[in-house]
């Protein structure tokens, strides 16, 4: 029999794309072939089946009409464990694509597959079918989750797992299906409800003692690994079988303080320790069981201080191969241990207590191993377990799923202010611009962790020590983009805003570049947190100000320009020099100083009314740096050459400058302002 044309050949191109369905269809149901020959058939059907659903709106015949239920017999089969990993993963993109095009048609012959494969009932035919659900449970979500709760077939599989002998290939499928339907909670549900006992009971066999049971009755007995003439379950089946059972009790929703079932979640986690630190060939297991062990409380400090488990954990991060579900586990588990609870409002709080009390739960009790103090603590041991570098490296080549965890990560451990410095030296300064830029813009939560995590962290730090081999200005835009609260946020959190600023006036004390680069890229935002009904960002944006406008350029742009808008501005920064606020009056004061070293700064401020009694309440004020800027203001006013000059020493007389400034004289200490005032006074003589 002659070989079908390969998918490459002339012959195969001038093929309508119906006769190459089927010819690819026949291709893959030859036997013998080498995987890579499988592969490309698959690839090439794949791109067929993706090119199907624009072809067909367009008015083209769908290439579905011509697959028939043996055909999707054909790739669901290739799904099978038992075919190489390249094989399934393929398989999986063909099958993904064939569900897409086919719609309701394909649903339904993929369900007819799937209870016909049930209702033989052979060891092969339960291992494809559960193959099969355990791979398309999260492309398909809906679809399988009826198949699995078809009625009868979950109670079906207790008998099937408790067979006196053993096919270690059978219960490995069904517990990945289990596995994998474990993420719908009306699935999770059901495998609570009909497969707990038998999954609890694979756990609790002891191998050895089945081993022996088995040699007493028969001492010539073969026992064969992963064959039906086994009596025990074999290690990894117990493990997934753990698995399971870590993601039926770590559900959400309070812990319960009796636990009925005889695996508690913290024997599971002790189980899956061991595992990590003794026997690395059930790492995946050990791993994925934590992750979903560890979003119980209990396990989570028994984790922490866990210090060997830790440094086990942050190595198999390392080593995990990128975008890999081990590696995703792993950044899990991490996740699990440093996570805060998330900020409430009083009026939250209020709420939550009266939805309990309507539940007839009494009042909520917030767990005291979740409080900030626990967490805190988590995430100074899992910071010494050396989390850092390995999240550094591991960002280079993660997935956005994982990127947004190891951002998590860094967020949680960048609460702790001790920790920031040693931060930024292990490079999580240079991860977080990186992440922010890499993330797309879809993923506004992780972007927005990611700056305010930056942000902290440069509260805390010196910007020359942390920007030694990387501009400064890439920080700007990361920072710039949380000035503005979260428009998508339930409540109005100001506390990355505030940070933002804090962060940016921190960077605007280095040189003329950053606070060129801040102006250009935030002046907006930053201006508009002046006007903020909240004094500390209101004082946050004042002291940014202060800084950005030490640069020439920024303050003539800005405030020097003579239009409608730089008049404006200093209106408001003569405003903030008289708010109550000693901190917000000393950042304007601070501003002043360093704008009315500009003869069109002085004449915008001369046209405010109020601006000269202001200024002169400066010099006034019990603050000694309060009358320092003040003595520097009249003095930068008085001081300009021409009728600005002139201006400005008619209106400050007007206002008693000689009195305001003989009275900060005798109030002040420090020989610079006193020396100020003196130069100052000598004008008015």
Known sequence: MATPAGPGSREFQSMSRQDQTLLLFARLMEGGKEDEETVADLGKLTQLLNEDVELVKKGEASVTSVIDGDCVDTIVCYLDMRQPDIVRGRATLCVSAYLKAAGDEGNKKLSEFFHARCQRGTYDDYIVAFCVAATIFPIVPDLTSELFLTEGFLPSLGPLMRRKWKSRK????????????????????????????????????????????????????????????????????????????AKLRSNKGPEPKIQSATTSIEDLAKRFTKLLVEDPEHVQSSVEGLAYASLRSKVKEELA??????????????????????????????????????????????????KAYAN????????????????????????????????????????????????????????????????????????????????????????????????????????????????????????????????HAETRDLLPTFEALLALTNLASTDDDTRQSIARTAWDDIEEQLFSTNTRVCTAAAELVCNIVQSPEVAMSLFGDGSHKAANRIKVVVALADAEDVKTRSAAGGALASLTAFDVVVR???????????????????????????????????????????????KLRDEGVVAALTECAKKSRSPEVIQLVVQTLEVFA
């Not at 022996?212 to 025990?232: C, K, Y």
């Not at 488990?309 to 241990?337: C, D, H, I, W």
């Open 170 to 245: 059978v219960e490995t499928a069904c517990l990945e299906m289990l596995n994998a339907a474990c993420m719908h909670q009306h699935c999770r549900e059901a495998v609570q409800k009909y497969c707990a006992d038998w999954l609890e009971e694979i756990v609790d066999q002891d191998p050895e003692d089945a081993v022996r049971t088995m040699h007493a009755a028969d001492p010539d007995v073969n026992v064969q690994e992963g064959s039906i003439s086994m009596r025990r379950h074999s290690q990894h089946v117990q493990n997934l079988a753990a698995v399971v059972l």
């Open 305 to 354: 201080h866990d210090t060997e488990t830790l440094q086990r954990l942050v190595k198999t991060l390392e080593s995990a191969p990128p975008k890999s579900p081990l590696m995703y586990g792993a950044l899990s588990v991490f996740v699990n241990l440093t996570k805060y609870q998330p900020f409430e409002t009083e009026e939250q709080k209020k709420l939550k207590e009266l």
């Open 360 to 487: 007839a739960a009494g009042k909520l009790q917030p767990d005291p191993l979740n409080d900030d103090a626990h967490v805190a603590e988590r995430c100074k041991r899992v910071f010494a377990a050396g989390i850092t570098p390995a999240l550094v490296t591991r960002s280079k080549d993660g997935s956005v799923a994982s990127l947004s965890l190891i951002i998590s990560i860094v967020f949680s451990l960048s609460v702790t202010t001790g920790l920031r410095g040693q931060l930024a030296q292990q490079g999580a300064t240079r991860l977080l611009m990186a992440a922010w830029a890499a993330l797309p813009e879809k993923e506004d939560k992780g972007r927005r962790m990611a700056a305010q995590a930056l942000a902290r962290i440069l509260i805390s730090t010196d910007p020359a020590l942390v920007f030694r081999q990387t501009p400064q200005s890439n920080a700007v835009r990361p920072l710039a983009s949380i000035i503005t609260p979260d428009p």
């Open 604 to 650: 915008g401020i001369l046209a405010q009314p109020r601006a000269a009694k202001i200024i002169l309440d400066l010099c006034r004020d019990d603050e000694e740096g309060l009358r320092h800027r003040g003595a520097v203001v009249v003095r930068n006013m008085v001081f300009q050459e021409g009728d600005v000059g002139q201006q400005a020493k008619a």
